[in-house]
């Protein structure tokens, strides 16, 4: 029961349901160069979802989408430097930008597990393995105070229907991995539109926002998965070995003890086999339990509705920088069931929301700190409606953002539409 206090704290203010009645520039000069392209398997053609790609003695960075797209904004001086396309499983490659310029799609080669390492080297069992992933992590990790621009996007969606956007840059005040001190965000720019009229009578609304994506960072925040006081709760073994940057990663799946009947998680942590550091992880909260998953989502709802979730998915990834890691990405896919007694259907609600880092640098300080605590958003806070931004198609100017997939391009173009007919 222990367990399940600590999850209702974190996920408490994640979904609040109600009654519907009607910092950092990211570059610094005005010449820039705009990048974009597709990331793709060199075999198949395939396109790579979020595959990172970094720009050489620099920290700026972005990801590709779920469509393989990327887009990149940088200094016009960055020119005669190259970007580093890194994915698990496949070999790093280094291209020069100028390249890149001109021939926008890259392909990855897959690469192979040497099987006589992993089976001399890795440790005698899985959770042997995660327990040190635990314990190394002040060694593994960035331990400085950072000050992180992100950027982030959330869509809520009636069935197939966008009924919400959230996008924003954001500043982000990341605190380190051996101390309890929380992160803390600042917004920078904001837009968002909300279609109430297709979300039915039902308020569905998002608390947090980015602090949402903080949160699946494993390796701040182990208590709202698993820390070493609590993997006796799961059950853990090796999957097939991986590569990333030439390094060698083992694959640990994970799930919960059989007779536990509390909402565990279940997936897989993607662990560097030199150092032990967590470099990537996907997995699931376990929702069978239909009463006691919903009370760790639903804040607030009418008494006459029935709302669970159905599925409830995460993923975080990590960059090193230096021989030290840090968060670099989260997604969050939320499905819902939502049933009115009384009617004969019901209806069916998804959130998903990503954030990306798109530049960093060390604090002046070990905590870095906002100055401007005006601006700071609250863990509580839902993102206000600023609907204007949609109209102006320079809107993130210089600041690096996720390439849009073909379904929010849909989206945004509606929303244009909409607001020029206002």
């Given amino acids: 029961m222990k367990r399940l206090v600590f999850l209702k704290y974190y996920f408490s203010f994640l979904l609040?349901?109600?009654?519907?009645?009607?910092?950092?520039?990211?570059?610094?000069?005005?010449?820039?160069?705009?990048?974009?392209?597709?990331?793709?398997?060199?075999?198949?053609n395939d396109p790579l979802v979020f595959a990172d790609l970094l720009v050489s003695n620099s920290?700026?960075?972005?990801?590709?989408?779920?469509?393989?797209?990327?887009?990149?904004?940088?200094?016009?001086?960055?020119?005669?430097?190259?970007?580093?396309?890194?994915?698990?499983?496949?070999?790093?490659?280094?291209?020069?930008?100028?390249?890149?310029?001109?021939n926008s799609t890259i392909s990855l080669d897959p690469t192979f597990t040497p099987l006589d390492e992993v089976n001399i080297s890795r440790p005698k069992s899985a959770e042997i393995l995660v327990r040190l992933m635990l314990e190394?992590?002040?060694?593994?990790?960035?331990?400085?105070?950072?000050?992180?621009?992100?950027?982030?996007?959330?869509?809520?969606k009636k069935r197939r229907q966008n009924a919400s956007l959230s996008e924003a840059v954001v500043?982000?005040?990341?605190?380190?991995?051996?101390?309890?001190?929380q992160d803390a965000v600042e917004v920078i720019k904001v837009r968002k539109t909300t279609n109430y009229?297709?979300?039915?009578?039902?308020?569905?609304?998002?608390?947090?926002?980015?602090?949402?994506?903080?949160?699946?960072d494993i390796m701040k925040y182990p208590q709202y998965i698993f820390n070493k006081d609590n993997l006796i709760h799961y059950d853990f073994s090796f999957d097939s070995s991986t590569i990333i940057n030439d390094q060698l990663v083992y694959v640990v799946n994970f799930k919960q003890k059989p007779e536990l009947q509390i909402p565990l998680y279940y997936g897989k942590l993607y662990i560097e086999s030199n150092n032990y550091a967590l470099t990537s992880a996907i997995y699931s909260l376990n929702v069978e339990n239909q009463d006691m998953a919903s009370e760790l989502f639903v804040k607030r709802k009418p008494r006459r509705v029935k709302v669970y979730p159905v599925e409830a998915n995460y993923r975080v990834n990590y960059r090193i920088s230096n021989g030290k890691w840090y968060?670099?990405?989260?997604?969050i896919l939320l499905t819902f069931k939502v049933n009115w007694k009384g009617r004969l259907f019901n209806n069916q609600?998804?959130?998903?929301?990503?954030?990306?880092i798109t530049n960093w640098n060390y604090a002046d300080e070990r905590y870095s700190r906002p100055e401007n605590k005006s601006g700071i958003l609250k863990p509580s806070s839902i993102l206000i409606d600023e609907a204007s931004g949609f109209l102006d198609t320079e809107?993130?100017?210089?600041?690096?953002?996720?390439?849009?997939?073909?379904?929010?391009?849909?989206a945004i173009k509606k929303i244009q539409k909409q607001l020029d007919k206002s």
């Fill in 349 to 356: 609600y998804t959130l998903n929301s990503e954030m990306a």
């Fill in 16 to 44: 609040m349901f109600g009654m519907f009645v009607s910092g950092f520039s990211q570059i610094e000069n005005d010449s820039i160069v705009e990048i974009s392209g597709k990331i793709i398997d060199s075999k198949t």
């Fill in 171 to 181: 500043s982000i005040y990341k605190q380190p991995n051996s101390t309890n001190r």
């Fill in 395 to 410: 809107f993130w100017g210089q600041y690096n953002i996720i390439e849009p997939e073909k379904s929010i391009e849909s």
């Fill in 327 to 331: 968060y670099s990405y989260s997604n």
């Fill in 197 to 216: 009229s297709k979300l039915d009578t039902l308020a569905f609304k998002l608390q947090g926002g980015p602090f949402n994506n903080l949160y699946v």
């Fill in 59 to 102: 920290n700026m960075a972005t990801i590709s989408n779920t469509e393989g797209n990327y887009l990149l904004k940088l200094p016009s001086d960055y020119i005669n430097r190259s970007i580093s396309i890194t994915y698990l499983g496949y070999a790093e490659k280094k291209i020069p930008i100028s390249t890149i310029i001109s």
């Fill in 136 to 156: 190394r992590k002040e060694e593994n990790y960035i331990e400085s105070g950072l000050e992180m621009t992100g950027f982030y996007r959330e869509t809520i």
